[in-house]
């Protein structure tokens, strides 16, 4: 007998809602699943398994997501629950450093962090941050404001400026979501067409009414490095997977005299705070290394300092000393 499915989702301007029936289509066609609005949900009793859906705010899922987690926590505890999120940024090695908050883990999968922490009880088979799409044009007042503030903070750029249309989603991690659903609670293989079904998100929107050969997203590069007088920020990765990251992050700062304190930890990231003093002045380094499920045997690597280029040369050279140290071997992917 198959099990009975429900994705419960919230949604806004409906990016939500097309992800929704997208898994639908990739658990298949021939399975029981359900795709309701939160309005639409009397009760999860009837299910086997929920998956959960939500736009992002204020770096969490919805109001009205977490207050259905929290009416339905008891049942849902006893079931087998999926997170995902339609979100801005996905790069999950962000880190966000904004006016009177501690710097802290930003984008994707981390914005699932609060309500699986909030609620240990239901223990979700997969989660799963995907990206989203931002029509800029039609977003309300709270929305438009808040995009104007992380574009105001963001000292790495920020890439939807100057679009009508931004889109930031990365399909595969889509597929891969619905391929643990098929695996881990069905028991069924994973699809090998899934990409037959993207046209489910593809759009054939412009980016720009005025300039329709404008693209509305380019992935983020693998290997990046910025220096200005807001950040040194250096992106790459290397084959691998988090264990090994830990465990040369360790060795580099435990060969430079670097005190290495843990922020965050989860099953698909870790994000340090590598402290230094450099001619009297304490620097830290922002330090993340994370696995991407588009970009599997491989780690992420991310190193950050907001302090003022005349006094971070120092972290700047063991920032060099770090990735020459991660990337040895024949480890770092180009």
Known sequence: MSKKGLIAYDTIYSSTNEVAYWLKALIGDDQHVEVKHFDQVISVAPYDYVI?????????????????????????????????????????????????????????????????????????????GFGGRECMPHLNRIDTFQVWMVGKLAKESAPWEGLEIWESLVPERVEYFANEVREKILGLPPRSDSEQLRWFWNSVQPANRSAADRHKYTPKKYEERMNTK?????????????????????????QNGIDLQEQKRSFFNVYYHANKQYNGKAITMHVVAAEFVEDPGNVQLSFRTWDKPGVRKGAEADITRAEQLLWADGRKVG
């Open 230 to 254: 807001k950040i040194y920020f250096s992106r790459s990765r290397i084959r691998g997977d988090l264990d090994l990251a830990v465990r040369l992050i360790g060795d580099w700062a435990s």
């Open 52 to 128: 959960i859906g939500s736009y992002t705010r204020w770096e969490k899922p919805s109001k009205r997501t977490q207050k259905f987690i929290a009416d339905n926590q008891r049942e849902l505890a006893g079931k087998q629950v999926c997170y995902f999120l339609t979100c801005g940024d996905n790069d999950e090695t962000m880190v966000l450093k904004a006016p009177g908050q501690t710097a802290h883990l930003i984008a994707g999968r981390n914005y699932l962090m609060c309500v699986m922490d909030q609620y240990p009880d239901i223990k979700p088979v997969a989660i799963g």
